[in-house]
């Protein structure tokens, strides 16, 4: 599975942007699908999740601000950020895996600024 994604930048706080994912490949079911986040100097954290059957999954920070969602018919997965603030600022890295797989998928990562 390949992995391509898109639509980071530089914006200020308070604003908005989104994220595309389109995977492609050897794509099977049951899959999860997502974005992660790393900031210089720390891990890899998880941002949002949504399987293919729907379940999604946020990290507490985000809920309210960020959503996730994805077009099962064309591999894809997008992240719709609002009032980014600062702390948002990392490389946000697109996800796949299969559901009952502990080995993840990694796309090429896109740059997110958030000044203040």
């Known amino acids: 599975v390949q992995l391509q994604a898109s639509g980071g930048g530089l914006v200020q706080a308070g604003q908005s942007l989104r994220l595309s994912c389109a995977a492609s490949?050897?794509?099977?079911?049951?899959?999860?699908m997502g974005w992660y986040r790393q900031a210089p100097g720390k891990q890899r954290d998880l941002v949002a999740t949504?399987?293919?059957?729907?379940?999604?999954n946020y990290v507490e920070g985000v809920k309210g601000r960020f959503t996730i969602s994805r077009d099962v018919a064309k591999n894809t997965v997008d992240l719709q950020m609002n009032s980014l603030k600062p702390d948002d600022t990392a490389v946000y890295y697109c996800?796949?895996?299969?559901?009952?797989?502990?080995?993840?998928?990694w796309g090429q990562g896109t740059q997110v600024t958030v000044s203040s």
């Open positions: 996800s796949y895996k299969l559901a009952l797989s502990t080995v993840t998928t």
């Open positions: 490949g050897d794509i099977r079911n049951p899959n999860v």
């Open positions: 949504v399987a293919n059957w729907g379940m999604t």
